[in-house]
């Protein structure tokens, strides 16, 4: 399934950005779904994941600052991001996978979106 992320852009420090994810024919509901990021010569990272029930788990890095949630109507999740640093700065993915709980490993996602720019610079 191929996952649609949007909403990346230039973002100023302390500025906000939420990101969307959408699969068009695919139920995410009754997926964990997962975002990772990966800046360049680092490897990909997961840092916020939300189970088909809804609860959601983060990495220290992003916690507090992140909030991931998902409309089931919409058949989106989304990606708040408040207060951003330039170390956020990264391509970020979505990822799917039907099981009842989150992963932030790579391979345990077989979909994935194509990426969205995060660019967090003054």
């Known amino acids: 399934v191929q996952l649609q992320a949007s909403g990346g852009g230039l973002v100023r420090p302390e500025g906000s950005l939420r990101l969307s994810c959408a699969a068009p024919g695919f139920t995410l509901g009754d997926n964990a779904i997962a975002w990772f990021r990966q800046a360049p010569g680092k490897e990909r990272e997961g840092f916020s994941c939300i189970t088909s029930t809804g609860s959601t788990f983060y990495t220290d890095p992003v916690e507090g600052r992140f909030t991931i949630s998902k409309d089931d109507v919409k058949n989106t999740v989304y990606l708040q991001m408040d207060n951003l640093k330039p170390e956020d700065t990264a391509v970020y993915y979505c990822?799917?996978?039907?099981?009842?709980?989150?992963?932030?490993?790579?391979?345990?996602?077989?979909?994935w979106g194509q990426g969205t720019q995060v660019t967090v610079s003054s």
């Open positions: 990822a799917a996978e039907v099981h009842t709980w989150c992963s932030f490993q790579p391979g345990d996602y077989t979909s």
